[in-house]
């Protein structure tokens, strides 16, 4: 069994509406960390975060430790957030174990 | 900064033969990572290095695979012999400490036919 797991495995979506992923672990971390992948197939760090909220842009990203859960939101989705997001988490040190990713498409 | 290289970007070889994939991490960045993906498997750690020396090899799949780190900007993941089961993609990864996010580099896509 994946010590992460993601929800949903693929959304589909409208351009303009709210999107939330989901991401839950087993046991206890240090980090959580969520990437997004490309269709190019690139892989970008969106943002690490240990216990309460960040947010870049349209994107924001919550932890909630206790419950070991942690969303990643995009308001206002355009077809350019059309990727796949990858939940990893670390305990301890640096070595990330991975979800298995959600694969998400705005369409216009 | 270039970022993270890796070369190749894409390799096709057959059965049998070694292949060796080379990344080149970001100066100044002491951890570096070997990750494979795959479609049924996702996301996996191979290996990574702290200040050049491996910490953590228990994700390298067998004894066909090996990695160095001979020094503080050059990294290589060597298959021999290949098999068609180790097609997938290969990324590298660096770290600085104390620094949280990990930078990817864009990955050799490798098909053993």
């Known amino acids: 069994k994946n010590e992460v797991e993601q929800s949903p495995q693929n959304l589909t979506a409208q351009e303009g509406e709210f999107i939330t992923i989901n991401c839950s672990y087993s046991?206890?971390?240090?980090?959580l960390h969520w990437l997004q992948q490309h269709p190019g197939g690139g892989i970008v760090s969106l943002f690490m975060?240990?216990?309460g909220k960040k947010k870049h842009g349209r994107l924001i990203a919550t932890i909630n430790i206790q419950e070991k859960h942690s969303s990643l939101h995009i308001t206002a989705s355009h077809p350019r957030d059309s990727a796949v997001y990858i939940c990893?988490?670390?305990?301890?040190?640096?070595?990330?174990?991975f979800g298995t990713g959600t694969r998400l498409t705005i369409i216009p | 900064d270039a970022g993270v290289i890796q070369s190749p970007r894409h390799e096709v070889t057959e059965m049998g033969q070694e292949v060796t994939l080379r990344c080149k991490p970001i100066s100044g960045h002491n951890s570096l990572f070997w990750y494979r993906q795959t479609m049924m498997r996702g996301l996996e750690l191979l290996i990574y290095f702290n200040n050049n020396v491996p910490i953590d090899d228990s994700g390298m799949p067998e004894d066909r695979f090996s990695a160095k780190m001979p020094n503080a900007s050059f990294s290589t993941l060597k298959i021999q012999p290949s098999e068609p089961r180790d097609s997938a993609v290969y990324f590298c990864?660096?770290?600085?400490?104390?620094?949280?996010?990990?930078?990817f580099g864009p990955g050799t896509r490798l098909t053993v036919l």
């Open positions: 975060l240990s216990s």
């Open positions: 046991v206890g971390i240090s980090a």
């Open positions: 990864a660096t770290w600085l400490a104390g620094g949280g996010e990990q930078f």
């Open positions: 990893a988490v670390s305990f301890g040190n640096e070595k990330l174990t």
